[in-house]
C-alpha cells in the first residue's frame, strides 16, 4: 500500500538535503534568540551562549521534519510516532532549559525530572504516551483521503454554524449575562470582560462602516475620542448627568462622523483610509492642544461616575439628598456593585448596537450599504443616493462609537489623549478584519482573542505579544478572510435550513 | 411622442471629446438600437443619459423634461433604468437580494407582482432564488441584471452590451426576453449593441455609431440591407 503513494522524494540524498536545509533554517533563527542572553554578572552585563538550546532546536527540527518526511511519503506510523514524541520532549526540554537553567551543559532536565519521584515518572511516561498516541492515530495510511476528510470536516463546521448562528449567538448572549454571577466576585474577571464588551461594541460599530459599508475607516478612534470628551466636558462644565449626556455623545459623534464623511465622499480604498487616518489624528492633536477646553496631554481627571438610571449612588457615601444602590435594594454595601453595574450598562449598549445592526441589514439602507460596497455604479444606476448612503454609514458608525467613548469616560474616570491614538484604531479595525468583514460574531470572537487573551496571560510576559502576533499570522493564513468570513442571505425563501445552507455552499 | 430626445450632446472625458454632438430620439414602444464598433462612443451616450459623465453641451429631454444636468440617481428615480455594461449585479447577494435592490426606490407595494412578472420571463432565476449571484453563469447573471432593472418598474429601459461574453444560444433567448419584454410590459428598450444582426433584426429602429458620431439611421430592415452596415459589421464577423 504505501509503496504505491511514494513519490520521487523517498530517494535518500533528497531526504538528507532536506533534512540540511531545515537544519541551517533553525540554526538561523535559533542562533540570535535562543543562542545568545544577557547575563548580569557583578562586572556588569555580560554576554552567555547557550549552545545546549541551540542544539535542542536544531535537533528538534530534524528530527520533526524526518517525522513529517515519513508522514508525507507515507512510511511507517511507528516511527513517525516515536520520532514525534522525541520532537515533543526535545521541545520540552529546550523551554525548561531556556526558562530555568544557567547550566550549560547539565544532564537532561527531562530524565532528572522524570526520575525525580515516582509519581512524576508516571506523569512523564503518561505524556510519552498521549503524544505518542496522538502521533500514531493521527496518521492515516493513505495521505490523499486525509485531506479530503479534512475538507469535509470544515464544511461541516461551516454548515454547523451556519445553520445554528441564532443559537450560537443566543448562546453567547446568555453567557455574557450570567458571567457576572461567575466570577461575580472576581475584580480582574469583571474588569476585563468590560474592556473586551467595550472593543466588542467597537467592533460593531465600525463593522457598519468597514463590514457593511466597505469604507475602510482608520480613524475610527476619533469618534470614541469624541464620545468620551463629549462626555466629560459636559458632566464638568455644565453639570449634565451620565444619563443625559449618552445621547448627547452620541449625537456629536454622529455629526463629526457627517463632517468627517463629506470630504470623502469620493474616495475609496487607499485613499479614503489616508483620509480618515489624518482625521483621526487631527481630533487627538486637537485634544493635546487646546489647553484651555480639554486639559491638553493631562487630561480629564475625576469623571463622574453613573448613577443606577439617576435613582441611587454607588459610592460608599452618597451625596446629601440621594439614596445608595445597596439601601435601594437592601443589600450590604460592595464595592464589585458599581463594576457589575457598568458591566451590564456596556453589555446593554453593546447589544443594542448588535440589534440596531441586524435590523438596519434587512431595511433599504443596510442593504444599500452593502450595495455600496460591492459596486458603487450599479448602486447608481439602481436610484440609490450614494452620498446619503455613505453619510449614514459613518453617522450610524460613529454614533455608536461616541456612546462606547462616553462609556469610556465614565468607567475610567480619567481620559487622555493618550488613550485614542492610532494603535487604538488599528485594533478595532483587526478586530473587524480577523472576525471575518460584516460578521456579528466573528467581531465577538475576535476581540476575545485580541483583547482577552493578551491580558489573561499577562504573566507570560513578553512571550504573550510573540505568540499573539504568531496568532494573528496563523489566522491570516488559515482564514484569510477572517475567523467567520462569509454573508448570508438576509432572507432566504422557500427552503429548509439544511437546504438554504447547502445551497449557499455550492 | 419621442420619450427620450437627446440633442446636440457632447460629452468629454477630460480633454478627449467622445461624443460629437448626438441627435437622436426614441419613441415610447419602440426598440432602438445604437450600434457601432468598440471605442466609437456607444456606452458613453448611453451612460450620458443616465447622467454620469453629464453633456457638457447639449440637452437629454426625457418625457419632455431636461435630464442633462440631473445627477444619476435622481435619473433613474424617474422611470429610466439601465442595466450597465458587464452586468454588475452584486455578486455576494442572494438572486433574491439582487431583485429587492432593483426595487429599492419602488413603493413595496409593487415588490410581489413585479417579482412574479420577472421570474415569469426568467424562470431560471426562480429557480436560483437563493443562490449567491456570483456562482452563477454569465447568461444567469444577465437575465439578473435585466431582471434587476425590470424590478425598478421602468418606462424606458436602457441595455449595454446583454450579448456581452455569452453563448449563442443564451444570446438569441436574451434577446427573444427583450421582445417581450418590450412587447407585452410596455417597456421601451433602448439597446447598445456590437451584435448588430441580432440587434438590428429585433429593433424597429436603428443607429449607427462612428467615432463619437450618428453615421446612419434608418429602422431596423433597412439598416441590415445597407451594404456599408453589412461591410463594417456584418459580413466576415458572423
Redesign the interface.
Known sequence: MSSAFASSRTNGSEIVKELAFFAVVALLMSVMILGVETVDRPTGLELAVRWDLVLLAIGSTVVGRLALIIRRESISRLVQAVLITITAVAVFEMFVRFRDMDDRWASPVSFDMALSSAVSSVVALAFIAIVFAIAYFSMKEKGVVEVEESEKLSSKIQLAYRSNTKKIGLVGIIFFIIFPFIFGENRSAIDLATLVMIYIMLGWGLNIVVGLAGLLDLGYVAFYAVGAYSYALLSQNFDLSFWLCLPLAGIFAASFGIILGFPVLRLRGDYLAIVTLGFGEIIRVVLINWYDLTGGPDGISSIERPSFFGLADFSRRVPEGTIGFNELFGMEYSSMHRLIFLYYLILALALVTNFVTMRLRKL?IG??W??LR??E??C???????TNTKLSAFAIGAMFGGFAGAFFATRQGFISPESFTFLESAVILAIVVLGGMGSQIGVVLAAIVMIGFPEMFRELAEYRMLIFGAGIVAIMLWRPRGLLSF?D???????SQKE?VA??L? | MSMLKIEGVHTFYGNIEALKGIDMEVNEGEIVTLIGANGAGKTTLLMTC?G?PQASKGRILFEGKDISRM????I??LGI??S?EGR???????V??NL???A??QDPKHFNSDLEMVFDLFPRLKER????AG?MSGGEQQMLAIG??LM?RPRLLLLDEPSLGLAPLVVKQIFETVQKINRENKVTVFLVEQNAFHALKLAHRGYVMVNGNITLSGTGAELLANPEVRAAYLEGGH
Open positions: 433599504p442593504r444599500a452593502e450595495a460591492e459596486d455604479i450599479a447608481r444606476s439602481l436610484g440609490i443616493n450614494p454573508r442571505p438576509t432572507i432566504l425563501l422557500n427552503m438554504k445551497g449557499e455550492k | 443616465c454620469s445627477p444619476m440617481h435622481e433613474c428615480n433604468q439601465q450597465p454588475r449585479i452584486f455578486p455576494r447577494m442572494s433574491y437580494e429587492q435592490m432593483g429599492i426606490t432564488i437563493n443562490q449567491r456562482t434587476r432593472s425598478g
